[in-house]
């Protein structure tokens, strides 16, 4: 079973910066790929960014030079660097790891931004 715990969510000013972190149980070599989703309220939910294991990632259009995921697979972590954050970037962000043909999810970290 694959557990995920997404941390390092919460109340940062606009403009401001925040480093979202998940923890994997398993070994991070074992997922093809590793994404994070965001929800805002009255949304639906959409792919942030996306790290697969051999390293190429990708972004969504609106994080797009401000975000950088990243992967630790030795302490089996993979991380959200968010940075120059605008309030529409609030929302409950998710980390998902896809192992085989299933995608498991974490509880999800709620990041706020204030104008």
């Known amino acids: 079973q694959v557990q995920l715990m997404e941390s390092g969510g919460g109340l940062v000013q606009a403009g401001g910066s925040l480093r979202l972190s998940c923890a994997a149980s398993?070994?991070?070599?074992?997922?093809?790929?590793m994404t994070w989703y965001r929800q805002a309220p009255g949304k639906q939910r959409e792919l942030v960014a996306a790290?697969?294991?051999?390293?190429?990632?990708n972004y969504s259009d609106d994080v797009k030079g401000r975000f950088t995921i990243s992967r630790d697979n030795a302490k089996k972590m993979v991380y959200l660097q968010m940075d120059n954050l605008k309030p529409e970037d609030a929302g409950v962000y998710y980390c998902t790891a896809l192992y085989g043909s299933t995608e498991y999810w974490g509880q999800g970290t709620a990041v706020t931004v204030s104008t």
């Open positions: 790290m697969t294991t051999p390293g190429s990632t």
């Open positions: 398993g070994r991070l070599i074992s997922f093809r790929r």
